[in-house]
């Protein structure tokens, strides 16, 4: 499995960026709409901490407090592609941004949120807003 990620930047407070994440491998990526798939963060001197997940169909979706109403993940499964979509950005949210992918499939509508279930991740992707 390999996860890539990607469209990080430096942007102002109150601006917008779209990450990306494009999943590949000879298994996974037959198998990609049958996986929930998940963001996460690390922030400078902090532990990574979960930001969105979303489930096989993008049906389900599930977000960290600190960005519902701001960000929104999708996904397209034809593409095998998952994206972070953030809006109104803030200081707080300067972080590297990782894409993963748990080991398990689940069921339909399953969107974890706790980073042991997640076995594979990009590379992550750096996000800077400046104030």
């Known amino acids: 499995v390999q996860l890539q990620a990607s469209g990080g930047g430096l942007v102002q407070t109150g601006g917008s960026l779209r990450l990306s994440c494009a999943a590949s491998g000879r298994t996974f990526s037959r198998t990609f709409m049958n996986y929930p798939m998940g963001w996460f963060r690390q922030a400078p001197g902090k532990e990574r901490e979960f930001v969105a997940s979303?489930?096989?169909?993008?049906?389900?979706?599930a977000y960290a407090d600190s960005v519902k109403e701001r960000f929104t993940i999708s996904r397209n499964n034809a593409e095998n592609t998952v994206s972070l979509q953030m809006n109104n950005l803030k200081p707080e949210d300067t972080a590297v941004y990782y894409c993963?992918?748990?080991?398990?499939?689940?069921?339909?509508?399953?969107?974890?949120?706790?980073?042991?279930?997640?076995?594979?991740w990009g590379q992550g992707t750096l996000v800077t807003v400046s104030s």
């Open positions: 979303i489930s096989w169909r993008g049906d389900y979706t």
């Open positions: 993963a992918a748990p080991s398990a499939k689940g069921w339909p509508n399953t969107t974890p949120q706790k980073e042991g279930m997640y076995s594979y």
